[in-house]
């Protein structure tokens, strides 16, 4: 394996019709570099994933809003048997591609990160996802997330730029995977821009602290000054996410009312 990942070919994995899925083969490479004991993809989509896990042997957990779990509110190490080596996060880019209403279910959801009205709101909902994320990786392990940049109006928007400054943990590399079968790769735009026809795969390992210890009642502080580039406003909304899902203790309680005192 090396930095360019290339794949004509998806493979029988997941569903081709799911719009956005992702090459098993992609999904392979990952798993043969990582070798993780547990792997988790938290917005499986069609699932790939599963598919790959399934005929690696690896055991595997994936979820995602359209099986009823919500990686901005549901606690993601609540939903695992142990921490896990290794997650994969695809998640939609903004707005190119839209899940709820649309892809499946009836109705957009709130929640779903294709969803977001404003670029703002989808990095703030982006950023308690990877903390949610971070969270549920063990010490030592590995999470990658898997994005596109977007061009609109003749505007360039640099998703992986912007993960890359919010995302915990330590940034071990970046891959870019060519893109396939892309409409942008048949489309003709006169020589105006140049086609975007890649993206990115980026890796993280965590290597500080475990968020979810905000529930023990341990010093946010602490946690706060191991969690590289994490936002006040992603930490505590994480951190009353988790509380929500839980009796709140009064020292908890306490802990949140002053963190969100002292926020942006
Ligand atoms: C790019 S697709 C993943 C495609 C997948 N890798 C595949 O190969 O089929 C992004 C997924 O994120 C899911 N998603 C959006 N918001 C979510 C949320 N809040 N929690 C969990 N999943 C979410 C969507 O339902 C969608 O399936």
């Known amino acids: 394996m090396n930095s360019v990942l290339s794949f004509p070919e998806r493979g029988n994995y997941g569903k081709s019709s ?27 989509g069609s699932g790939t994933s599963r598919d790959v896990a399934r005929e690696k042997g690896i055991e595997y957990v994936g979820l995602d ?3 009823g779990f919500n990686l901005i509110r549901d606690s993601l190490i609540g939903r ?53 994320i971070y969270d549920a990786t063990r010490r030592g392990g590995h999470y990658s997330v898997m994005i596109g940049d977007l061009r609109r109006n003749g505007d360039y928007w640099s998703i992986q ?7 915990p943990g330590r940034l071990e590399g970046i891959l870019v995977k060519v893109q396939h079968g892309a409409t942008s ?19 993280f390992k965590k290597d500080g602290c475990v968020v979810g210890m905000i529930e023990t009642g341990m010093a946010v502080s602490r946690k706060l ?10 930490i505590v909304e994480f951190a009353l996410t988790r509380l929500g899902e839980r009796p709140v203790s009064r020292s908890c309680m306490t802990l949140s009312k002053r963190t969100r005192r002292r926020g942006p």
């Open 18 to 44: 799911w719009r956005g899925n992702v090459s098993g083969h992609v999904i392979g490479e990952l798993l043969n570099f990582f070798r993780p004991g547990l792997f988790v993809d938290p917005a499986e």
């Open 185 to 203: 790769s048949r489309a003709c735009y006169g020589g105006l821009f140049i086609p975007i026809m890649h993206e990115y795969i980026l890796n």
């Open 161 to 167: 730029s912007d993960i890359m400054q919010i995302a």
């Open 65 to 67: 809003l359209h099986e």
């Open 80 to 132: 695992l048997p142990r921490p896990a080596d290794y997650v994969f996060f695809h998640p939609p880019y903004h707005d190119m591609v839209l899940y709820s209403g649309n892809v499946w279910g009836s109705q957009p959801h709130p929640d779903d990160l294709s969803r977001c009205r404003t670029r703002g709101d989808f990095l703030a909902k982006l950023e308690v996802a990877l903390l949610n």
């Open 225 to 234: 000054a191991d969690l590289q580039r994490a936002t006040w406003r992603a």
